[in-house]
């Protein structure tokens, strides 16, 4: 007998369950986590998740940190990914899942699941900032306000390319799906981080998606793409809703993007 298939995704809804013996899924607004065990985290994953008992976030172990850079905001964490070679910093009030975390959006109509674009370790913000019962099952279902997080981009030949394509993907599919006449994208912009690296600047919001749900809202998407140490094309993103009183501001995603710089031995280790 084969095992059991990961619950269905449903936008605005976040569940946590067991699966078969090595991962465990989460279902969070139409963003399935999955704790890494093959997948390189940029939206090719091909192999379903297996089994664990349960999903925490910032499971690292974070006790024994040496080297690493500290955080270029007081008071802030670092959130690393090391093997994309990525660093940022997040405020305390952004709870850090494990760097073998990834997160991924699918078409809801797809039955294998494949993402369409992926983010690994990312940190997730206000994580049941919406609770809702929308299929009436009896549970009821978290829905958080938004996400930072970093993935590769293969098969990118530029990194205004690579940022409008990610930042598209990400909004289509965790709150505009199947409507993609929803979406406004931004032109690219040259940006540059505190530490110095360069790369450009998408930003890509919905507005008047239809509320199918409770918790259904538009979405924003904020894309870095750049090169890491290695030449390979790399992004950070912010995703969380948008148009809504709580709504994660400008200035906010902007101080984090500032933060990203190239992964030390050591970082997101305190």
């Not at 199918?212 to 290695?230: L, M, P, R």
């Not at 902007?254 to 933060?259: A, D, E, G, K, P």
Request: glycine letters at 10%; aromatic letters at 6%.
């Amino acid at each position: 007998m084969g095992a059991p298939e990961p619950p269905r995704r449903s936008w605005n809804r976040t569940t946590v369950t067991a699966v078969t013996a090595a991962a465990a899924v989460v279902v969070a607004c139409g963003v399935t986590g999955f704790l890494l065990l093959g997948d390189d985290g940029d939206g090719k994953a091909d192999a379903k998740p297996t089994a664990t008992d349960s999903a925490s976030a910032d499971t690292t172990d974070r006790s024994a940190a040496k080297g690493g850079s500290a955080p270029l905001v007081p008071g802030w964490n670092t959130v690393a990914n090391p093997k994309r070679g990525i660093t940022f910093d997040a405020p305390a009030s952004w709870a850090r899942q494990s760097v073998d975390w990834v997160s991924y959006v699918a078409e809801d109509s797809d039955p294998e699941e494949k993402p369409l674009v992926a983010m690994m370790a990312p940190a997730v913000l206000k994580e049941k900032w919406c609770t809702s019962d929308d299929d009436r099952n009896g549970t009821q279902e978290d829905t958080p306000l938004a996400s930072v997080g970093t993935t590769g981009e293969k098969g990118a030949k530029s990194t205004a390319e690579a940022a409008e394509d990610t930042a598209q993907k990400w909004v289509y599919g965790a709150y505009t799906q199947p409507d993609r006449s929803r979406l406004t994208i931004g032109e690219p912009e040259t940006y540059r981080t505190k530490t110095g690296i360069e790369g450009s600047l998408v930003t890509v919001t919905s507005s008047g998606t239809p509320k199918k749900g409770t918790c259904d809202t538009d979405g924003k998407a904020v894309t870095f793409a750049f090169k890491n140490a290695e030449g390979a094309y790399v992004s950070w993103t912010y995703v969380g809703a948008h148009g809504v009183s709580d709504e994660v501001p400008d200035a906010t995603i902007r101080q984090i993007l500032s933060t990203v710089r190239l992964y030390e031995e050591g970082d997101g280790q305190d």
